[in-house]
């Protein structure tokens, strides 16, 4: 694609630049060829704020967005991070009149996804979920393209519980019960690992060392297939997502033995929590949301999270993000959110430094 570059006004009042994407030429005092983006931005002599001088940032702003959002999930179609995504952003694509495709692309514990966003053009147009991997995985991937500075948080919208459950074959009721069980019967039990970096995932990681239990580990890239494999005792425990469980407990196809949170769970009260259960350090609560890649134009980012804001004030919408056992955040400002995100970088580091979790790549 070429850039055409005019010094002639198109309008009374004071000279503007003009671009014309799809010419040949840059039209000036003299004729020059200008095949790319960044030669463009080379010959203003400057970078992102000369390029943004020049394409009228402020109208891309005002005007945004003006065409179809990608939004890539790097979880599983019909896991709970795909299932809240598509709750939020078919409102907000109501909202603003434009698609918003929502892609589930898992693989490599995430990080295809992310991989593929933080190189995308940070023009507000691709989003990717925003999870305890996110924060987590640069932690204990040594050959990671990329991090959690890769993104800027673009919204916040659900606190997402998850719980200890077991098969319904173990003769076991409580935490403790389990915990004995284990010790007593080596070797006999299998563990879903859920998928690398979640909260499920370092929320029994930090359960099996507090309990120092030992139990062998199948790997799974997401929630859905590990769920599929313990109702068919193919392994015999593990922790996910709250509202991907609570179906399958009430029918007994699954036992809860407690929830990660500081509170019982409305959607399972005779369940204990991990700390109730005599595990407090075993804490972690997820939270879903969303980010852009670094280098978003703030106006942009703004308007993103005023929209994803809007959304979370709509009763239907916390109401069905309820029924998925989630609790709907509260509306936060960009800065909020930013600081949020870095807080929780910081828990995830040291759980991560505390268990002791490292992979090689």
């Given at each position: ?24 030429y840059?039209r ?34 005002t ?18 991070a ?33 991989d593929?966003?933080?190189r ?14 996110t ?49 007593k ?16 995932y370092?929320?029994?990681?930090m ?42 407990i009430?029918?007994g ?40 890649p670094?280098?978003?134009p703030?106006?942009v ?24 056992a ?36």
């Amino acid at each position: 694609m070429c850039y055409r570059y005019s010094s002639r006004p198109t309008a009374p009042g004071p000279s503007a630049a003009m671009v014309v994407i799809g010419g040949a030429y840059l039209r000036g005092g003299s004729h020059m060829h200008v095949r790319t983006r960044r030669e463009f931005i080379t010959l203003l002599g400057g970078g992102p704020v000369a390029w943004a001088s020049v394409t009228g940032a402020g109208h891309a702003q005002t005007d945004f967005p003006n065409r179809h959002i990608h939004m890539i999930v790097p979880y599983p179609a019909g896991g709970i991070a795909d299932i809240a995504t598509r709750i939020v952003t078919d409102k907000l694509s109501e909202i603003w009149h434009q698609p918003i495709v929502v892609e589930p692309k898992p693989g490599a514990s995430g990080n295809l996804a992310w991989d593929q966003v933080s190189r995308a053009e940070p023009d507000g147009y691709t989003w990717t979920f925003l999870g305890p991997a996110t924060m987590a995985n640069p932690r204990m991937y040594a050959k990671l393209r990329w991090s959690e500075k890769s993104f800027v948080p673009i919204g916040a919208t659900v606190w997402a519980p998850s719980a200890l459950v077991v098969h319904p074959s173990l003769p076991v009721n409580t935490v403790t019960e389990f915990v004995d069980y284990v010790r007593k019967n080596p070797g006999v039990i299998n563990r879903a690992n859920p998928a690398i970096g979640s909260s499920p995932y370092l929320g029994i990681a930090m359960f099996l060392k507090a309990a120092k239990l030992d139990i062998m580990a199948v790997p799974y890239n997401g929630a859905p297939p590990a769920i599929l494999d313990l109702m068919a005792n193919r392994v015999q425990v593990t922790m996910a997502p709250l509202g991907l469980l609570v179906q399958h407990i009430n029918s007994g196809a699954m036992k809860a033995l407690a929830v990660l949170g500081t509170v019982r769970s409305p959607l399972l009260p005779n369940v204990p929590t991990m700390s109730e259960a005599g595990y407090p350090e075993v804490n972690v609560v997820a939270w879903y949301g969303y980010g852009a890649p670094r280098g978003t134009p703030q106006p942009v980012i703004d308007r993103i999270v005023a929209g994803f804001n809007e959304v979370m004030k709509v009763p239907s919408i916390r109401a069905a993000l309820q029924k998925q056992a989630l609790q709907p955040m509260e509306p936060m400002s960009a800065r909020e959110i930013a600081e949020l995100y870095a807080a929780d970088t910081e828990k995830y580091t040291k759980v991560i430094r505390e268990v002791g979790i490292k992979l090689s790549d």
